[in-house]
């Protein structure tokens, strides 16, 4: 592992023309990501070009980012969920899941859990709360007569979907980044069973946790305690589910628990993850097997966020290369010591998405520069990139924080700017606080150590 360290004067002629043309430039991005006038990828392009112009980034190292391992591993996930999504299994799920809510309380955590395990089946926040719009809708219908739980259901959903994505590798374009961008500068970025040991426990906690905020800021007492009944049969009629489990479910099932148990056991086969993916992929599209056609998959894959992605990776080489990422580390994040930088790193991540609403945006800002930090002060990169990325995924604040908030946002039933102010109040401090537990005390029993 390389061991990065910062300047000793943090003069700008210490960088070098190639590491002070890199600040420019990723300033000049930055700015454009923080602006809602132009698209994410076209800024991630755009200076992505601009370097390449300028001389501080090589050509074929930015064409070479499209064909990297991440990249074909995120177009393989989303044709096996779009594969995965065509027999109904997700809402077969959820169904019975919520099926079982003897109250609101129940209701609440029980959507929750299916929520969390969609993680396991879509890659993708937006792709997951559309996937789920129809199920709130049912509910929202079935229980018309009490609008303060239906409110609740409305922020309860996508508030779990944008926090149980850290889940798994693939829960995020922004995942991908941050493994990416630490394999470009230290040699090693995470796997798909690491981050499910590290992502799981956290997105569990963290999901429920945000349950009990949303019933305690939205409903009552009476309400939390009152009987409740969910009509199972109805919700599978109203979402076109039929009673008993179809083969293409079943082969579903077993398709991505293959795929999934492979992708957790890579170091004792050896495998490459985005090449299981890649074979899930074309099982889920063949003609006798699979159930959907490979065009109709591809054409719901998102390419836009596989060139941003691809751009940002070529940025953080670069920044790390040109020395310009030890540079601004050691001039402008705090903290001098493990407990110090751990909780400045935090509580940026937390507010980074007032700023720069794109997730994937924000780790490509953060990630270069918390791996030199982290050398700085003796902290192992690996555990605060992972922290960084656990509480960048707060994005409550605004409707236009996150393209989850801001669908729900739009229906008739839904929350107001107010109520997402209400939940962002609490939900931020306390989320930022279980960051900082889990890094301190979770992640090391399980292999991820802060030093």
């Known amino acids: 592992m390389a061991v990065l360290t910062a300047p000793e004067d943090g003069g700008a002629d210490q960088l070098g023309r190639s590491g002070l043309i890199t600040i420019l430039v990723f300033a000049a991005a930055v700015a454009g990501w923080m602006s809602n006038r132009l698209d994410d990828t076209f800024v991630a392009l755009s200076a992505a070009a601009v370097l390449v112009v300028l001389g501080a980034l090589d ?43 003897r109250s609101a309380r129940g209701l609440v955590h029980l959507i929750t859990a299916s929520l969390v395990i969609t993680a396991l089946l879509v890659p993708s926040t937006s792709g997951r709360a559309a996937l789920v719009l129809p199920i709130f809708l049912a509910l929202a219908d079935a229980f018309a007569h009490r609008p303060r739980l239906v409110r609740a259901l409305a922020v309860l959903f996508p508030t779990v979907v944008l926090l149980s994505a850290i889940a798994t590798l693939v829960g995020a374009g922004a995942h991908l980044i941050t493994s990416q961008v630490l394999d470009s500068t230290i040699g090693a970025g995470i ?50 589910v039929p009673p008993q489990m179809r083969r293409a479910e079943i082969r579903a099932i077993g398709l991505l628990g293959t795929v999934v148990l492979l992708w957790s056991t890579e170091p004792l086969h050896g495998l490459s993850p985005a090449l299981i993916a890649l074979a899930g992929a074309l099982l889920i599209a063949s003609p006798r097997f699979g159930t959907v056609r490979i065009g109709a998959a591809i054409s719901e894959i998102p390419w836009s966020l596989l060139l941003f992605m691809a751009a940002t990776t070529a940025l953080g080489a670069v920044l790390t290369e040109s020395g310009a990422a030890g540079w601004v580390a050691a001039n402008a994040l705090v903290g001098d ?115």
């Open 59 to 101: 050509a074929e190292e930015l064409f070479e980012s499209l064909g990297a391992d991440q990249i074909w591993l995120l177009v393989a996930a989303f044709v096996l969920a779009a594969g995965i999504n065509r027999t109904g299994l997700p809402a077969r799920l959820a169904i019975a899941l919520v099926g079982r809510a």
């Open 191 to 240: 796997g798909f069973g690491q981050w499910l040991l590290w992502g799981l426990p956290f997105a569990v906690v963290s999901s429920h946790l945000a349950a009990e905020l949303v019933l305690l800021l939205f409903t009552g007492r009476a309400e939390r305690r009152a009987r409740l009944r969910v009509d199972a049969a109805a919700l599978r009629e109203q979402l076109d």
């Open 337 to 451: 010591s493990t407990g110090a930088m751990l909780i400045a790193v935090v509580a940026l991540s937390v507010a980074a998405h007032l700023l720069v609403q794109s997730r994937s945006a924000r780790s490509a800002v953060l990630i270069p520069l918390i791996v030199p930090a982290a050398f700085a002060v003796g902290m192992n990169p690996v555990a605060l990139a992972f922290a960084s990325t656990a509480a960048a995924g707060f994005c409550h604040t605004l409707p236009s924080s996150a393209k989850p908030v801001a669908m729900f946002a739009r229906l008739d039933h839904a929350y107001t700017p107010r109520d997402l102010l209400k939940l962002s109040a609490l939900l931020g401090p306390a989320l930022g606080a279980l960051v900082v537990l889990f890094a301190l005390f979770v992640w090391p029993a399980l292999g991820l150590p802060l030093t």
